[in-house]
């Protein structure tokens, strides 16, 4: 499961708009990384099971986050995609419950 290419370029976008084109720590223009891959939060009550996470049956909030890295200076950000579940959904491919 990874984001879409054009999603990712639309968050790539997005962060030069709010003024992060650069690390707010070290200042670095050419070192933010965001991953392909979404980072899964987790926030209530959920089996380790990975079929749990998608089967409807947990309990909680699942988010997935773009992850944001500095490769210079390890400085980590998490940003939630706006918008509902499903267009969340639209934004990943492979995976996040099918039906
Ligand atoms: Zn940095």
């Known amino acids: 499961m990874r984001w879409r290419q054009t999603f990712m370029a639309e968050v790539f976008e997005s962060l030069h708009q709010l003024g992060l084109g650069a690390c707010p720590i070290c200042g670095s223009a050419e070192s933010l990384n965001i991953s392909?891959?979404?980072v899964v939060l987790i926030d209530g009550d959920f089996?380790?099971?990975a079929e749990a996470?998608?089967?409807g049956d947990a309990r909680g909030d699942l988010t997935f986050a773009v992850r944001v890295e500095?490769?210079?200076?390890g400085h980590l950000m998490l940003?939630?995609?706006?918008g509902s579940a499903a267009e969340t959904?639209?934004?990943l491919r492979d995976g996040?419950?099918?039906n």
Do not use: D, H, N, Y
């Not at 500095?70 to 200076?73: E, L, P, R, S, W």
């Open 47 to 49: 089996s380790p099971e």
């Open 79 to 82: 940003f939630t995609p706006r």
């Open 89 to 91: 959904k639209r934004s």
């Open 70 to 73: 500095c490769g210079t200076c």
């Open 53 to 55: 996470l998608t089967s």
């Open 96 to 98: 996040f419950a099918t």
């Open 36 to 38: 392909p891959f979404p």
